[in-house]
């Protein structure tokens, strides 16, 4: 069985950079559709960036040219990495794995594995 954990996040000051990372034991994410997602108090779960079988990605409108998801098949991990953040971006955030698809997805619904999260944390 698929398990997810997620590691990197922290505090940081407004236009600073995080790298997250998502260590995926069990079974090989190589073919899996996977995501970032995020949740702050009080919203409701967002996705962030998709990484579909084939390597397309689709984000957020709102993180657009600040955040690259990739994948690196060897060591079984998904990163995000994340620059010029801002309060907005404070968070909970988790790894997911869905199946194997060749479109990426930002519904929550779509994914049935989901690791237990990494709070992100920007301010001044």
């Known amino acids: 069985q698929l398990q997810l954990v997620e590691s990197g996040g922290g505090s940081v000051q407004p236009g600073g950079s995080l790298r997250l990372s998502c260590a995926a034991s069990g079974m090989p994410i190589t073919t899996y559709r996977m995501a970032w997602f995020r949740q702050a108090p009080g919203k409701e779960r967002e996705g962030v960036a998709s990484?579909?079988?084939?390597?397309?990605?689709s984000y957020v409108a709102s993180v657009k040219g600040r955040f690259t998801i990739s994948k690196d098949n060897a060591k079984n991990t998904l990163d995000l990495q994340m620059d010029n953040l801002a309060p907005e971006d404070t968070a909970m955030y988790l790894c997911a794995a869905g199946s194997s698809r060749w479109d990426p997805s930002l519904l929550p619904t779509d994914y049935n594995n989901w690791g237990q999260g990494t709070q992100v944390t920007v301010s001044s």
């Open positions: 990484l579909a079988r084939g390597y397309a990605t």
